[in-house]
């Protein structure tokens, strides 16, 4: 159904890495959340009244409440796709996060008020109303909220949306309190028990631990999060997979919301080569970037001087000094400097962010083993630490 509902409403609904189409998952989404929420309010109102049943036009009522965080939804996507202005000139994909966090912090509120409501029935027992329209209502409901779960999350994890994932937790949130009353329900009819206060905590403990999951994952790419290893992975191949370059380093990936992805890149050349060839190189790099991963990148050009003799001896010394240092994951940018009474060996070491060893201490390391090579050698070593937690093999290039 979710994938029928794709291709009627979304056009070119594959292409998900298109803003627009992007844009129009979460429009549906919205609108589908809307008419499904306010039908089951209906519905149960309906039923509700004919049977005299308080907890399913309380039930019912919830249904508004859910209908409103699929508005929120709706709105959120629509102002995240408004244009740049001059206030904003990174655009407005933001508020999608910003409405995410809003629904997560709604499936906290409900968690709350359902804790309060089911700790006060353990205090105050009641039994539940049995008839074969609330059995059916409920199963009903159950139905629908699990398609409502299932269409939230699979077109959420479509267009990596947080916003559409945590619409789709709010859906599973009602499945399992739908349950936990028809349970009680049932129970309480055939053994004369009353459970469904305990039943109602213990829901209400989940759907508050979910939410606050929710929220923790809302506002990580608001503070700024460290950048998707797959988008890493894709930028690095396609740079790499170029003629002409030799490697690549210091990667910035900043994310202003989904389709504002803006990055920057070191590109090593050789030295040798024009540099209007490098230039235009490194320019078709940037075009292909941005054409194929929908962001917008600024490639820095660095020469190398490869035809240095000392360039292969110093960067075998290099790669052995830091295979055995935990937390130091490559280096880059080396340049072999000649003076009259040394030589300065540059180049630039880069640290996880859990690295233990001091930079003194891996200063005395490095420059030991490059002394014995050359005493006339000294080492000029900046640090850089990296965001993207990958192993030295992954991450050197040379």
């Not at 709350?112 to 039994?127: C, N, Y």
């Not at 990958?390 to 991450?395: A, T, W």
Request: with cysteine.
């Amino acid at each position: 159904m979710g994938i029928f509902l794709f291709k009627k409403f979304i056009k070119n609904y594959e292409d998900v890495k298109n803003p627009e189409v992007r844009d129009s998952y979460g429009k549906l989404a919205g609108i589908v959340g809307i008419i499904s929420n306010l039908l089951l309010c209906a519905m149960k109102m309906l039923v509700g009244f004919i049977s005299g049943s308080i907890a399913i036009v309380a039930d019912a009522v919830n249904n508004l409440a859910d209908a409103s965080s699929s508005i929120i939804t709706l709105i959120g996507f629509k102002l995240a796709s408004l244009p740049e202005d001059e206030e904003h000139p990174y655009g407005h994909a933001r508020i999608e996060y910003i409405a995410g966090m809003v629904v997560s912090l709604i499936i906290i509120v409900v968690g709350v008020e359902l804790g309060k409501s089911s700790f006060d029935k353990i205090l105050h027992p009641e039994p539940l109303e049995f008839s074969i329209y609330i059995i059916i209502v409920l199963l009903l409901a159950i139905c629908i909220k699990i398609w409502q779960a299932l269409f939230n999350v699979s077109a959420g994890k479509r267009i990596n949306s947080v916003t559409l994932m945590a619409t789709g937790a709010d859906s599973r949130n009602d499945v399992i309190a739908t349950a936990a009353v028809l349970i009680s329900i049932i129970a309480g009819h055939i053994f004369n028990v009353h459970i469904d206060g305990y039943i109602g905590v213990l829901v209400a403990l989940f759907i508050i631990w979910s939410g606050i999951s929710l929220v923790r994952e809302t506002i990580s790419p608001l503070l700024g999060e460290a950048p998707d290893p797959e988008l890493v992975k894709e930028i690095e191949n396609i740079t790499l997979s170029y003629d002409g370059v030799i490697g690549i380093h210091d990667l910035v990936v900043h994310n202003y919301g989904p389709g504002k992805i803006f990055a920057s890149i070191h590109i090593e050349v050789d030295s040798s080569v024009d540099v209007m060839i490098s230039h235009d190189l490194v320019d078709n790099i940037e075009r292909r970037l941005q054409h194929d991963l929908n962001i917008f990148v600024t490639a820095h050009m660095d020469p190398v001087n490869l035809s240095d003799p000392n360039r292969v001896p110093v960067s075998h010394i290099l790669d052995d000094a830091i295979s055995g240092l935990d937390g130091v994951l490559n280096y880059h940018d080396l340049r072999i400097v000649p003076g009259q009474t040394h030589t300065n060996i540059i180049f630039d070491v880069v640290l996880s962010p859990d690295c233990k060893i001091s930079h003194d201490k891996i200063t005395d390391i490095i420059c030991s083993k490059i002394k014995e090579y050359n005493p006339a050698f000294f080492c000029v070593i900046n640090y850089d630490t990296s965001y993207i937690k990958k192993s030295p093999e992954e991450v050197r290039k040379k």
